[in-house]
């Protein structure tokens, strides 16, 4: 599993991720014409919660910050204009379907009578009213790094990048809770040291003890929250980070543990396809937090004064389970695509990805399938900050078999930016890569719905990757005559410059040319693509 899943990144990176000064130039762009990147810089102040809660929609010229220009999208482009509806599959962990912000633009499947037990459709899936769960009450599951290594050894490369991989990772999910169990230690001794639960950074200077160790944590949590910013919050990250390493252990690492047997299903045979239930947001709707963040950065209702925004008006998402808390099976991706596509989604968002993919050939299929029936899947490059260009840091599922020429036109791979437009903007989890990463969109610190009618800021291309779907699905509602690969080609040229060098990588940061971050070196952006769009339609 990288980390796109479930919380795109350890909270702890969370903690220590540096901020950086925006930097822009004060322009105004000229009505209808295409927005471009600043040929100047001037500092920007830091940004309000308001920018903050929904920055991913501000625009690089008028609020210097390297948003999509959504808002300006819909001010100057869409006013007045009725789009048709689209479909948005989005195949993920599950979607809180009765959320307060998305429950009125869940996909409701008109051939099927609510609970009646019968397959009145006749697609194999009863009661599939608002999508499937591939999963059943499946929630966490081995990397498949850790499935190969299970099987044993059968002489292949395969089986020894698997045992390498899986031997670096659980050494270093062995120091990561040796970091989680100290942490959690700081943060008890300080909430005992203030007596309260919960705390921010201009709490810490009430505490006058010199008690060395009480001295010491808070040392560190003042480190922590200088490098976390505004939004950080020690109970819900720390406890985050806690979950995401013990169950690196418990369950992603552990040979031990089987999550498939409580869903009975043979991920070995394609052909068995009649598996799972209908409860798409699985047995725990606290465990689905991924997949409804992802859908409330699509959908979520505009303008109605609740949590964040959503990028486009006129959708309906189709929930497709089948990510668990681990690496996904090929299997369940590749139906997933195919019941998505079968039940009318014009857009696939897969905010998902893995190292190893022993049934790729599956996910190929299914690929192509989707290209056929003319649907964009647009999907996350991963959270590794790799160049994903190289054999050893192939992210799957990807459109180029051999990692030399893409085989389908229809998938479009999405990085992520933060809201600092500089050398920096590429965020340095991102993964990068000039023929498997096609273009950028803002993940870092993106605000949206999470189970039970809440909301958080999540990073990662798992965020960019929605954000990017959000657009698609705009120019496919407001232009539903463009094709698929039309969409994908409008997504990626009219996107605005990144800076001309940038830096990519984050374990060893290297500020290099824009060119070998993705193959346009640009980021996506709403308004010029709806620009596009005009043009294209027109031919």
Known sequence: ?????????????????????????????????FITAPAAVVKKAPVTENELKRWSHLDLIKDSIPGMSVDKAYAELLKGKTGKKVIVGVVDSGVDIEHEDLKGVIWKN??????????????????????????????????????????????????????????????????????????????????????????????????????????????????????????????????????????????????????????????????????????????????????????????????NNLGGDGVAD??????????????????????????AVDNGAKVINGSFGKSFSPHKQWVYDAIKYAAKKDVLIVHAAGNDGYNIDEKQNINYPNDSEDNVKEFADNVI?????????????????????????????????????????????????????????????LIRSYYPKLKAAQVKKILMESGVALPEKVVLGEEKPEAVSATESSKTAKMVNAYNALLMAEKMSKK
């Open 413 to 473: 791979t999405i990085g992520a930016i933060n809201k600092s437009y500089g050398q920096n903007v590429v965020a340095g989890f991102s993964n990068f890569g000039k023929l498997n990463v096609d273009v950028f969109a803002p993940g870092e610190e993106i605000y949206a719905t999470i189970p039970n009618n809440k909301y958080k800021y999540l990073q990662g291309t798992s965020m960019a990757s929605p954000n990017a779907a959000g657009v698609a699905a």
């Open 1 to 33: 599993m990288n980390t796109i899943k479930p919380l795109n990144l350890s909270a702890f990176a969370l903690l220590v991720l540096a901020g950086c000064s925006a930097t822009l130039q004060a322009q105004v762009s000229a009505p209808k014409e």
């Open 110 to 303: 008109p051939k099927e009578i609510p609970g009646n037990g019968i397959d009145d459709d006749k697609n194999g899936y009863i009661d599939d009213i608002n999508g499937w769960n591939f999963l059943g009450d499946a929630v966490n599951e081995n990397l498949e790094m850790t499935r190969i290594v299970k099987k044993g050894d059968d002489g292949s490369e395969q089986y020894k990048q698997a045992l390498a991989q899986y031997t670096e990772k659980y050494e270093k999910a062995l120091k990561d809770k040796e970091q989680v169990d100290f942490l959690l230690d700081v943060h008890k001794t300080i909430q005992t040291a203030l007596n309260k639960k919960e705390y921010k950074s201009e709490d810490l200077k009430l505490i006058t003890s010199t008690d060395p160790k009480v001295a010491r944590s808070k040392m560190v949590m003042t480190q922590i929250f200088t490098n976390a910013g505004p939004t950080f919050n020690p109970e819900t990250e720390l406890e985050d980070y806690r979950e995401h390493v013990y169950n690196e252990l418990d369950f992603n690492l552990n040979k031990d543990f089987d999550g498939r047997k409580v869903l009975g299903d043979n991920a070995e045979d394609i052909k068995s396809t009649k598996y799972g239930n209908n409860i798409v947001f699985g047995p725990d709707k606290e465990k689905a937090l991924h997949g409804t963040h992802v859908a409330g950065i699509i959908a979520q209702v505009r303008g």
């Open 314 to 339: 006129n959708v309906e998402i189709l929930t497709v389970r089948a990510v668990p808390d681990g690496d996904e099976y090929d299997k369940d991706i590749a139906l997933a695509i195919r019941y």
